[in-house]
């Protein structure tokens, strides 16, 4: 039985590496050029493969994603139907949290209007509000949005987050489902957002949720932060929305097409900050920990950590 890497735009030869040190006596193999025979593979680490790449493996038991997100394999057609398991570490939580912390503190503390002041030589104090009037709203209160929501409490901002199910998080409000989805939007100055990228959740915040957003809020308009897949906002009402007022600013990491193209319009929002999603890489070391844990522990006795419901689509 074999083991399978296939990563599209990773280094494979040292994803491979990585899984002989911790199995040394397993044949691991690799795609596009040493998959050798399909019907030997039971179990795949995959991020971004092409569909045919599994469901040529007859025998499959088990997926891993090598990233938190799965949209890049629950959109494949023919995807075998055997558990998937996503990656949840601490190390890529706290990661993610650190650039959700940055992003709500670059907007809380008037970064770019002090950027564009310094490169004016302006020395001008802005009114400072404090972190307890700023209203940060988070979409998907999961592993990434529930840790990203305790630690901006911590800072203390006024947090809320919206999911499917009702949270009892402390010093947290919960939204949950359609209907409290305006109530939540209402008392939004700063939009977070860490919601997987479904067939429920692509294009979701449109002109229309960013017309929603509060507008009596400190900072004097509303801002908009996407750290979880590019798919869920709609890149031209963005742009529009940056360029009119109707958003204060943004914080982009993702973006409906990676990478973002040259011709983007939104490399000359002077009120948006892009980063090329790098929010919250995984370290492989602990990934690859993680992953041949879990193997040991399904060969033994049959049991997986965080497994995906593909027909919910996360
Ligand atoms: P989880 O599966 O732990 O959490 C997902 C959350 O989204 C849950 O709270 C879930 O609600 C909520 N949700 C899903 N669908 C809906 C919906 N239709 N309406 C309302 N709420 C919904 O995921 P993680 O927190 O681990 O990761 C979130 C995403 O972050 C990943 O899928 C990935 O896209 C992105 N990511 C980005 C990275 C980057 O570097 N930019 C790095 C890592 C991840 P409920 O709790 O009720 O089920
Ligand atoms: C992930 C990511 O899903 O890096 O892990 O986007």
Known sequence: MALLIAVKGWDTQ???????ARFPDRDIRSWPNAVGNPADIRYALTWKAP????SDCPNMELVFSLGAGVDHLLGQDDLP????VRVVDPDLTARMSEWIALQVLLHHRQHLAYAAQQRERVWRELEQ?????????????????????????????NVAGWSRSKKTLEGIDSFAGDAEFDAFLARTDVLVNLLPLTAETRGLVDRSVLEKLARDGVLGGPVF??????????????VAALNDGTLKAASLDV???EPLSPD????ACENAILTPHVAADSDPEAISDYIAAQILRFEADGTLDNRVDPARGY
């Open 264 to 267: 983007s319009p939104l490399w």
């Open 129 to 157: 509000p404090s972190a307890g009037d700023l209203r940060v709203g988070i979409l998907g209160l999961g592993v990434l949005g529930a840790d990203a929501a305790d630690v901006l409490k911590r800072l203390g901002f």
């Open 81 to 84: 139907k055997v558990p998937i």
């Open 225 to 238: 932060i996407n750290a979880g897949r590019g798919g869920s906002h709609v890149e031209a009402d963005l």
């Open 255 to 257: 973006f409906e097409t």
């Open 51 to 54: 569909a045919r790449v599994l």
């Open 14 to 20: 040292t994803w491979v590496a990585r899984l002989k």
